[in-house]
């Protein structure tokens, strides 16, 4: 089990509206800094979609039809905090399912909770995240719902840079997932719309096959 394959049709569909409202920025001579420090060429904020009724609506449509078509037997959907907390309450209001959330470490204070909602040992419950970089995060969501009883059915995410060690690491934790979008299609998009040009896409692939050391 790991990355499933992607609908060509969704795929290509999303990417252009996150480049269309400048949830994902392409810039090779003026690189981002992530917080790990590395430099890259591409910065994703899918939270900006929130924002955009209609591309919300179509986000929306496409997460629910990937946990329906993938993850038909799911009782509960759980959003990733902070990012997929909005993007999982709206899959789970459009499904008519019980939602809950992982955040990324237990409160310090109150009921100390890392799982906000109703807790409900056996149920099955899919994952919804914004963005899938090496995928640590996300897994130890669900590594969370694990050890409060949950059966982990899978992850459905907007977007992936689509890394190597994000895959292995799926792989390894036995959980599917499924993406949108990612960055193979971003890029045919970006050149198809007129957002990268064909000697920049040179560039802008190159940070992929070493994004650590990449200049």
């Not at 795929?11 to 920025?25: R, S």
């Not at 009782?75 to 990733?80: D, I, K, R």
Request: aromatic share 8%; glycine share 6%.
């Amino acid at each position: 089990m790991s990355i499933v394959k992607i609908n060509e049709s969704t795929a290509n569909q999303v990417a252009e509206k996150l480049l269309e409202i400048e949830a994902i920025k392409l810039n090779y001579k003026n690189p981002f800094t992530w917080a790990s420090g590395w430099k890259s060429p591409i910065y994703c904020d899918n939270r900006l979609s929130l924002s955009y009724p209609a591309i919300r609506g179509i986000i929306r449509d496409a997460l629910s039809a990937a946990v329906s078509t993938h993850f038909a037997d799911v009782e509960y959907v759980a959003g990733v905090a902070t990012a997929g907390i909005a993007q999982g309450a709206l899959v789970a209001d459009d499904l008519d399912l019980p939602y809950i959330y992982v955040r990324p470490k237990p409160k310090e204070h109150g009921m100390g909770n890392q799982i906000e909602g109703r807790v409900d040992k056996g149920k099955k419950v899919v994952l919804v995240e914004d963005l899938i970089s090496t995928g640590g995060s996300s897994l130890k969501a669900a590594d969370a719902l694990v050890k409060e009883g949950f059966k982990v059915a899978g992850m459905v995410a907007i977007f992936t840079y689509g890394f190597e060690v994000a895959e292995n690491n799926f792989k390894k934790a036995g959980i599917p997932l499924v993406c949108l979008s990612d960055f193979n299609h971003l890029l045919t998009t970006a050149v198809n719309k007129n957002y990268l040009s064909e000697s920049e896409l040179i560039h802008v692939k190159s940070w992929r096959l070493d994004p650590a050391n990449w200049k």
